[in-house]
């Protein structure tokens, strides 16, 4: 048995037909389109948890090498020094010329990871110019201002590095 009702307007409308179109409607919503919406947010969240990730990751590494770097450097003037001793002995000039030769790496690492124009790395060649001009006037007054310079901009890079690490990591996963 089928009940009719009368609308306001006077239509005549089927309770039946109602009970079938909202049935549909609910199952279209339920069984397809609910899960379908469900999966995509699932998905969508687990991306953004992969980039997060990744991205942190990525900041673990570049400390090590903004570590290993901060410990470059800090030797930095004492190993200027001991190249120009006419007194330093073999082993010491043989640790301060390994020493020499990761300067440059260093920073060609650091350009790896960063842009060559992100402040970390230009910071980073700064203090090494300075430390090869240092390195090429000696023990000399004009050595030694090179060297206080030298340690001006190392605190500089230092300060550029730990901004670097200590930035939020975007919830997007995106940048560094």
């Known amino acids: 048995m089928v009940r009719r009702y009368e609308t306001d307007a006077g239509d005549t409308e089927s309770m039946t037909d109602n009970a079938v179109i909202v049935g549909v409607t609910g199952i279209v919503v339920s069984g397809v389109l609910g899960p379908s919406v469900a999966s995509w947010l699932a998905r969508r969240s687990r991306s953004r948890e992969f980039h997060r990730e990744q991205v942190a990751q990525r900041r673990d590494e570049l400390r090590g090498l903004l570590d290993e770097a901060a410990a470059l450097l800090a030797s930095g003037p004492t190993n ?97």
């Open 80 to 176: 200027v020094r001991i190249l120009h001793e006419r007194q330093a002995g073999a082993d010491d000039l043989d640790r301060a010329r390994a020493w020499l030769s990761q300067v440059f790496p260093i920073g060609q690492r650091l350009q790896l990871w960063l842009p060559s124009d992100h402040a970390v790395v230009t910071a980073y060649e700064r203090v090494r110019e300075q430390l090869i001009a240092a390195a090429e006037a000696g023990v000399t007054p004009s050595g030694v201002a090179l060297l206080e310079r030298f340690e001006e901009d190392r605190r500089a890079f230092l300060d550029s590095a730990r901004e670097t690490l200590l930035s939020p990591i975007p919830e997007t996963g995106s940048g560094l």
